[in-house]
């Protein structure tokens, strides 16, 4: 392996060794505390313009599989770990994570200091814009300096046409901000006939397909910068057709609503949070990557009610509706990857269009 660095814009620089593509890369660098599920986090869509440290230390120990991606294009910069397993140990012959990085043009280092870049990343209360660079020259951080992040990563990410997911059950429309593909799956489960359509839809593009109900997916990015015609879509929509957000999606149905989202102290990526049921005090682990977080004192309690919130740093995590049919997780109920206790979630989804379709 050659020698690769990770520096970052206050001019700290760490060493390791190269893996996956040896291309140069930039973007904000995070990290995820999960143990597992590496091939999910990396073809996420959430992690659009962003370098990803694992705190795993080991990761790479089994093979890339076809039946998981969340997206098939993944727009992730970088991938840094502290130890790589470059050998797939299923009996299934399949493509090892660097392999597969030089496939997607996705460079990664090894051989690194995961736990000092955790600790700087948490001390730094925000994410640090970094690049992985085969030599840490004055050229390399003049580039780095020099490179403007974007911020619409949504209309990046997000299909650019109508497509399907047929099923024979209820009719489903999902807005697509950077879709996961288990949101799909857990649908698909419940034999939803699925219509996706692109960030930008209106309400009357998606009210003229007859949906029983309708999804805001996760996606990546500030929600600020999603375009006001967005929230316009959810304030029309959440009248007529029951709606759930998830993600990106619920700070979307937040400021739709008029509460206020801010951003995160240190963002919260890993499988490992734990979340409280309000009304039953009911706690769950579930998948969080989320960088942005609904402000608790700027939901408006004769609209919207508070349904979760983080046991460590007492977030919003959950909010619904008073007078519609709406609700909305900041949190992954999918279970893509990690645990699959809040699944649920899209069964209380599909009884609230089995019960808006009996009032018709």
């Known amino acids: 392996m050659a020698a690769r660095y990770l520096i970052f814009e206050d001019g700290t620089i760490f060493e390791g060794d190269g893996f996956g593509s040896p291309a140069v890369t930039f973007g904000e660098v995070v990290f995820n505390t999960s143990m597992t599920?590496?091939?999910?986090?990396?073809?996420?869509?959430?992690?659009?313009?962003?370098?990803?440290?694992?705190?795993?230390?080991?990761?790479?120990?089994y093979g890339i599989q076809r039946n998981i991606y969340e997206s098939i294009v993944p727009t992730i910069k970088?991938?840094?770990?502290?130890?790589?397993?470059?050998?797939?140990?299923?009996?299934?012959?399949?493509?090892?994570?660097?392999?597969?990085?030089?496939?997607?043009?996705?460079?990664?280092?090894?051989?690194?200091?995961?736990?000092?870049?955790?600790?700087?990343?948490?001390?730094?209360?925000?994410?640090?814009?970094?690049?992985?660079?085969?030599?840490?020259?004055?050229?390399?951080?003049?580039?780095?300096?020099?490179?403007?992040?974007?911020?619409?990563?949504?209309?990046?990410?997000?299909?650019?046409?109508?497509?399907?997911?047929?099923?024979v059950g209820m009719s489903v429309v999902v807005v697509d901000f950077g879709l996961k593909n288990g949101i799909l799956r857990e649908l698909?489960?419940?034999?939803?006939?699925?219509?996706?359509?692109?960030?930008?839809?209106?309400?009357?593009?998606?009210?003229?397909?007859?949906?029983?109900?309708?999804?805001?997916?996760?996606?990546?990015?500030?929600?600020h910068y999603v375009k006001s015609a967005v929230l316009e879509m959810i304030r029309k929509v959440q009248e007529q057709v029951p709606l759930f957000g998830i993600g990106l999606g619920h700070e979307l149905f937040a400021l739709a609503n008029g509460a206020q989202v801010i951003?995160?102290?240190?963002?919260?990526?890993?499988?490992?949070?734990?979340?409280?049921?309000?009304?039953?005090?009911?706690?769950?682990?579930?998948?969080?990557?989320?960088?942005?977080?609904?402000?608790?004192?700027?939901v408006d309690r004769s609209k919207l009610l508070v349904t979760y919130t983080d046991m460590i740093d007492s977030s919003v995590q959950g909010l619904r509706h008073r007078q519609f049919p709406a609700f909305s997780v900041q949190f992954f109920p999918d279970g893509a990857p990690g645990p699959d206790e809040t699944d649920g979630l899209f069964d209380e989804f599909i009884d609230t269009m089995k019960r808006k379709e009996e009032r018709r």
């Not at 499988?271 to 609904?294: L, R």
């Open 263 to 298: 951003p995160l102290g240190v963002e919260h990526h890993g499988m490992n949070h734990p979340i409280k049921e309000i009304i039953t005090d009911h706690i769950v682990y579930a998948n969080q990557s989320e960088g942005y977080t609904v402000d608790w004192s700027t």
């Open 78 to 167: 970088g991938v840094i770990v502290r130890s790589l397993s470059n050998v797939a140990t299923d009996n299934i012959r399949r493509l090892t994570l660097d392999q597969y990085l030089k496939q997607m043009n996705i460079p990664g280092i090894t051989n690194i200091d995961t736990r000092a870049i955790t600790h700087k990343l948490r001390d730094a209360g925000k994410p640090l814009k970094g690049s992985i660079v085969p030599v840490p020259d004055d050229h390399a951080f003049d580039q780095l300096h020099a490179t403007v992040l974007t911020n619409q990563q949504v209309a990046q990410v997000s299909t650019p046409k109508p497509y399907p997911n047929p099923g």
């Open 188 to 223: 698909s489960r419940r034999k939803c006939n699925v219509t996706v359509l692109p960030y930008n839809a209106t309400a009357d593009e998606i009210l003229r397909l007859d949906p029983d109900g309708v999804v805001l997916s996760s996606g990546p990015g500030d929600p």
């Open 37 to 61: 599920g590496y091939q999910e986090i990396i073809t996420n869509q959430i992690y659009d313009n962003q370098i990803v440290t694992f705190t795993q230390p080991n990761i790479g120990g």
